[in-house]
């Protein structure tokens, strides 16, 4: 029941080492492309780094100098472990994806896009988790790193989201965890 699977999505970000076949990822990526989006502008484009590939390596690298550089904490042991284990993160992800939203004909198109994109991202998830995958959506360090060019990506596509992909290997059920305001706290009825 979709409901269900709404409801019991939660972000995930450790994972066992079983790979992901590139035909279930197809699906969710099929998934994704069933997303509203006004004009039919299907704007959502996506970039599939292959386990132990080469781009795989070189982006994790790319992040890697990227965190070490832009630490905050100023103490060089701890900005090495970070930039490490952000490498190590992506490295390790059974599928990392790219999610990037392309430009409309003026702002107000973009703007749609981009929604229509996050939209698309959520279908993704949503069909992630009924074939039992996690997805972990950053816009952190994989996306502030200045990897747009080697990845491929046109220069005007807005970049939306780094999604780390596997079968979950946390043992602790963090369904019970997660909370939400009461919808009557963000709704006006009116
Ligand atoms: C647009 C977007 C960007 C996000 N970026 C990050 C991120 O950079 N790092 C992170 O740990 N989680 C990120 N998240 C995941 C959220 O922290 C997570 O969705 C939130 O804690 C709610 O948990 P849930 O997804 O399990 O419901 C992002 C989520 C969204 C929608």
Redesign the pocket.
């Known amino acids: 029941m979709v409901l269900d699977t709404i409801r019991n ?3 995930i ?1 450790e994972f066992t080492d079983a790979p992901i076949p590139n035909t279930t990822l197809e699906q969710a990526l099929e998934a994704a492309t069933w997303a509203p989006n006004h004009r039919n502008a299907e704007p959502w484009r996506f970039i599939v780094l292959s386990k132990d590939g080469e781009m795989r390596e070189k982006i994790a690298k790319i992040v890697h100098n990227w965190t070490y550089e832009n630490a905050k904490n100023p103490n060089e042991e701890s900005r090495v472990a970070s930039a490490n284990d952000t490498q190590r993160e992506i490295l390790d992800a059974p599928a990392f994806i790219y999610v990037y939203s392309v430009q409309g004909r003026n702002e107000g198109a973009t703007k749609e896009n981009y929604a229509a994109t ?1 939209c698309a991202v959520q279908n993704l998830m949503l069909a992630a988790h009924s074939m039992g995958i996690g997805v ?5 360090r994989p996306c502030l790193a200045p990897i747009d060019t080697t990845i491929g990506a046109e220069p005007d596509w807005d970049i939306v ?1 780094a999604l780390y992909i596997g079968y979950p290997s946390e043992t602790r059920d ?1 369904r019970s965890e ?1 909370k939400r305001i009461p919808v009557n706290d963000v709704t006006i009825w009116s």
């Open positions: 999505r939660r972000t970000r996050a972990g959506w950053s816009t952190g989201g963090r997660a």
